[in-house]
């Protein structure tokens, strides 16, 4: 299975404006130098998704290596869990694969900013018996499954997006996430954008009031029991469905090509919006135009506290994003050209 998370040093010029910003907003969290602090012993607490967890546990790993006196504690929450530590001034770092909603910072007790870490999709997994191994979906035929409208893999909508294969008559068994994951947000704001309807009746949130199916903590179990339940269909972050033996679906994006989600699929949705980008990076990416965007990509984010903590601790937190944002990323690209070498499973 090919890496999902995609270094913002793999999508060309506009990751160095990416990184350069994130670095000048890390930097200005500092509040004392580096010369005026002593390197007392430090744990730091970051909450956030599992999506990127693996990810930012090697990074915390790699960085205590080179900073002894600073260790890296990651706890995998979930995103809206996260989000509410940081804006209620728990913990010195979060992170979630969802922009904060703007009513929420506004009525935050403290400050945060959202710097993007890296660049993930998420795949819609499904298990069909037979020949099926290559079924094409769009986010209208999506967006009727997660409302129940859709109910049988042989329906006429799905029939007509995949003419080539016969599609059994097997009742479609949907499952999804529980409330406050980032995977629901991106997922949703897709579906928002190509359906109305769903867009009213369950909209657009990392809590979506979902009509339908069975619900989910964590990815791994959703993925194994859409393996063991015929006719199920789920959506997760591609890499926690690597060993799940599962087919994934190829997703109708903007220009009307039917895509598999790669890393190059995905590095191309940021290649498609750096036009559109300014200084804004909490930007929806979902349905992004090109030929070859995979269409369900997001940033996922840190939420980093601006508030006047413990001196020591702000100047700690700089000093990780800092390295983030230099080493941590090409750490992220070795990690990436390791996967590209390893074979399928």
């Known amino acids: 299975m090919r890496k999902t998370f995609v270094p913002l040093s793999t999508v060309g010029a506009w990751a160095a404006v990416l990184s350069l910003t994130a670095i000048l907003l890390a930097t200005s969290l500092a509040i004392l130098s580096a010369d005026s602090l002593a390197q007392d012993q430090m744990v730091l607490v970051t909450t956030g998704s599992t999506m990127p967890e693996p990810l930012y546990m090697l990074w915390g790993d790699e960085y205590h290596k080179l900073h002894s006196e600073t260790q890296v504690r990651y706890l995998p929450v ?12 728990a913990g010195d770092l979060g992170g979630g694969d969802a922009p904060i909603p703007e009513k929420q910072l506004k009525e ?25 191994t290559s079924i094409r979906l769009s986010g209208p035929v999506l967006a009727d499954i997660y409302l129940g409208k859709t109910t049988s893999w042989n329906d006429p909508e799905i029939a007509r997006l995949n003419p080539d294969g016969k599609l059994p008559d097997l009742p ?8 406050g994951k980032g995977s629901n947000y991106i997922f ?10 769903f867009r009213a009746k369950v909209g657009k949130n990392d809590s979506p009031k979902w009509p339908v199916g069975a619900a989910f903590s964590r990815c791994q179990d959703l993925l194994a029991t859409a393996a063991k339940t015929s006719g199920a269909i789920g959506y997760a972050e591609l890499r926690c469905g690597e060993k799940s033996g599962l087919s994934i679906a190829l997703i109708r994006n903007a220009a009307g090509e039917f895509v598999n989600p790669s890393t190059k699929s995905i590095s191309d949705v940021a290649l498609a919006m750096e036009s559109k980008m300014t200084d804004d990076f909490r930007a929806s990416l979902t349905n992004a135009p090109g030929k070859e965007s995979y269409p369900i990509v997001s940033f996922t984010w840190f939420y980093v506290p601006v508030h006047r903590q413990d001196l020591q ?9 800092s390295w983030v944002y230099a080493s941590g990323q090409e750490i992220a690209q070795a990690q990436f050209a390791h996967r590209l070498m390893s074979p399928a499973p």
């Open 78 to 89: 979930g995103t809206s869990e996260s989000a509410k530590n940081v804006l209620s001034g």
């Open 108 to 132: 935050a007790a403290h400050a945060a900013v959202e710097l993007p870490t890296v660049l993930v999709g998420i795949a819609v997994f499904y298990n069909v018996p037979g020949n099926a």
């Open 172 to 179: 479609i068994k949907v499952l999804h996430r529980t409330n």
């Open 188 to 197: 949703s704001d897709f579906l928002s954008k190509l359906s109305p309807e």
């Open 313 to 321: 601790r702000s100047h700690a937190v700089k000093e990780y994003l």
